[in-house]
């Protein structure tokens, strides 16, 4: 027995050896690649931003000439100086580890404007380990799980020509023969529309806020409630069931106006109604509030456009207070936060549709490397476009048309697969921006 027992423990030493060394070979042979290609063979050597027409975008430089871009919302032209600030957290960082890299700066955001920076160096990032892999950013999200893309009209719009139900009905007949086949539109009342509600005479119980962007909010009176949802039914009618509509609505509905209004469109089948509640620049998201009107109403609710960093959606998701999350890539942290965010929404039985009217051509990219591999609980991305028009003379990547049918094609080039045209880019510098391509 001892004997045995000692043969047994001698013969499970030399089994572990063995095994060690086993492990130690694999080992080697694991670190072997990672000496030639992984940590350590490229660094970050500069992080620079330039406004280019009203777009911040971010430019993260190596020391292998790659390059990695990254952009935010056209209305945020006063960016620059927060996306410098990160410089020095991420100087002569390895790119490609792109989750080392965030630790080191997605503590410093916040709900939108403030976790931008941080988002368009996310996306920066993901551009160069793309560019360094030879594969395309949705390759490193998980790989794609559809060929093509649906976006909605997002920033296609057309100039509204009043404000009567009329008026909207023809708005939304022109999105419905937009060139860009649009499956799904998204149109903006009630608060959310300040044109709308002012139109009213003695809409809410509130009187208009005046100056800097600030929503308007209140109870509504029974004549405005009335009249926006004479204006959804005259859009309706419209699209009838061939094409979805959405509602972007708040923030700034009561909790019980927001269940009279849902019920009300609930023969309408509308999308979604977005950020009733709270939303855009409103730095919480009331989860509780929220859920009251979710389990009030068949009609899906949704919101999440300013919402910073997967954390902040933990209360939305895991007490079911919506139906679809909205997250920005360009706000929210970047891309993989969003694929988070969608995972665990999915698991709830919550869908997604991300926002991103104002994310521009280099977020175009992001949206569609994105939405490739976004899970099955995927709708939409907001579409956005280049503006000025002369965006579209700077990038070079995207197809043309960018859309068919209301669906944009994935493409396969290695990183987010589109770079600016040097030469003409440079010629839409602001001076003092005038070395960043250089
Ligand atoms: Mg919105």
Same mark, same amino acid.
């Given at each position: 027995?001892?004997?045995?027992?000692?043969?047994?423990?001698?013969?499970?030493?030399?089994?572990?050896?063995?095994?060690?060394?086993?492990?130690?070979?694999?080992?080697?042979?694991?670190?072997?690649?990672?000496?030639?290609?992984?940590?350590?063979?490229?660094?970050?050597?500069?992080?620079?931003?330039?406004?280019?027409?009203?777009?911040?975008?971010?430019?993260?430089?190596?020391?292998?000439?790659?390059?990695?871009?990254?952009?935010?919302?056209?209305?945020?032209?006063?960016?620059?100086?927060?996306?410098?600030?990160?410089?020095?957290?991420?100087?002569? @960082?390895?790119?490609?580890?792109?989750?080392?890299? =965030?630790?080191?700066?997605?503590?410093?955001?916040?709900?939108?404007?403030?976790?931008?920076?941080?988002?368009?160096?996310?996306?920066?990032?993901?551009?160069?380990?793309?560019?360094?892999?030879?594969?395309?950013?949705?390759?490193?999200?998980?790989?794609?799980?559809?060929?093509?893309?649906?976006?909605?009209?997002?920033?296609?719009?057309?100039?509204?020509?009043?404000?009567?139900?009329?008026?909207?009905?023809?708005?939304?007949?022109?999105?419905?023969?937009?060139?860009?086949?649009?499956?799904?539109?998204?149109?903006?009342?009630?608060?959310?529309?300040?044109?709308?509600?002012?139109? =009213?005479?003695?809409?809410?119980?509130?009187?208009?806020?005046?100056?800097?962007?600030?929503?308007?909010?209140?109870? =509504?009176?029974?004549?405005?409630?009335?009249?926006?949802?004479?204006?959804?039914?005259? =859009?309706?009618?419209?699209?009838?069931? @061939?094409?979805?509509?959405?509602?972007?609505?708040?923030?700034?509905?009561?909790?019980?106006?927001?269940?009279?209004?849902?019920?009300?469109?609930?023969?309408?089948?509308?999308?979604?109604?977005?950020?009733?509640?709270?939303?855009?620049?409103?730095?919480?998201?009331?989860? @509780?509030?929220?859920?009251?009107?979710?389990?009030?109403?068949?009609?899906?609710?949704?919101?999440?456009?300013?919402?910073?960093?997967?954390?902040?959606?933990?209360?939305?998701?895991?007490?079911?207070?919506?139906?679809?999350?909205?997250?920005?890539?360009?706000?929210?942290?970047?891309?993989?936060?969003?694929?988070?965010?969608?995972?665990?929404?999915?698991?709830?039985?919550?869908?997604?549709?991300?926002?991103?009217?104002?994310?521009?051509?280099?977020?175009?990219?992001?949206?569609?490397?994105?939405?490739?591999?976004?899970?099955?609980?995927?709708?939409?991305?907001?579409?956005?476009?280049?503006?000025?028009?002369?965006?579209?003379?700077?990038?070079?990547?995207?197809?043309?048309?960018?859309?068919?049918?209301?669906?944009?094609?994935?493409?396969?080039?290695?990183?987010?697969?589109?770079?600016?045209?040097?030469?003409?880019?440079?010629?839409?510098?602001?001076?003092?921006?005038?070395?960043?391509?250089?």
């Amino acid at each position: 027995m001892a004997n045995w027992t000692r043969r047994g423990f001698l013969g499970s030493l030399s089994g572990v050896a063995a095994a060690t060394s086993v492990v130690a070979q694999q080992r080697g042979n694991l670190a072997a690649p990672e000496k030639r290609t992984g940590h350590g063979s490229i660094k970050i050597t500069d992080l620079r931003c330039a406004i280019i027409g009203r777009n911040p975008v971010v430019r993260i430089v190596t020391d292998q000439g790659v390059s990695g871009y990254g952009q935010a919302e056209s209305t945020k032209p006063y960016l620059k100086p927060m996306v410098l600030f990160y410089k020095d957290y991420i100087l002569g @960082e390895d790119p490609t580890d792109v989750q080392r890299v =965030m630790l080191k700066i997605r503590r410093l955001g916040a709900f939108k404007p403030w976790g931008a920076a941080v988002s368009a160096i996310e996306i920066a990032l993901w551009d160069i380990a793309g560019q360094v892999a030879g594969v395309p950013v949705y390759k490193l999200l998980g790989g794609k799980i559809r060929d093509r893309v649906r976006a909605y009209n997002g920033g296609v719009r057309f100039p509204m020509t009043g404000q009567t139900p009329q008026d909207y009905a023809e708005n939304v007949a022109k999105m419905k023969e937009a060139k860009e086949g649009f499956t799904l539109i998204k149109q903006a009342v009630g608060f959310h529309n300040p044109a709308m509600m002012r139109a =009213m005479t003695d809409g809410w119980y509130d009187e208009p806020r005046t100056g800097a962007s600030h929503a308007d909010r209140g109870l =509504m009176t029974e004549r405005g409630l009335k009249q926006v949802i004479t204006c959804v039914e005259a =859009m309706k009618k419209v699209l009838g069931d @061939e094409i979805g509509l959405a509602l972007d609505c708040g923030p700034g509905w009561t909790v019980k106006d927001a269940i009279t209004f849902a019920r009300a469109l609930e023969p309408l089948h509308i999308t979604w109604l977005e950020d009733l509640i709270t939303g855009d620049y409103m730095p919480y998201p009331n989860a @509780e509030v929220f859920r009251e009107v979710k389990q009030s109403t068949s009609l899906p609710i949704h919101t999440g456009e300013e919402i910073y960093l997967r954390e902040n959606f933990k209360d939305l998701i895991e007490k079911q207070a919506v139906d679809v999350v909205g997250p920005d890539p360009e706000d929210v942290g970047g891309l993989a936060e969003m694929k988070w965010i969608a995972e665990y929404a999915d698991l709830h039985g919550i869908l997604i549709a991300p926002h991103g009217i104002f994310d521009g051509l280099i977020g175009l990219a992001a949206h569609v490397h994105l939405a490739a591999a976004l899970p099955q609980n995927y709708i939409g991305f907001e579409y956005p476009v280049g503006q000025p028009e002369w965006w579209y003379q700077i990038v070079d990547g995207l197809p043309d048309p960018i859309m068919k049918r209301g669906f944009i094609d994935v493409w396969d080039r290695p990183g987010l697969g589109v770079t600016f045209n040097v030469p003409a880019a440079k010629s839409r510098l602001r001076d003092e921006d005038r070395h960043f391509f250089d």
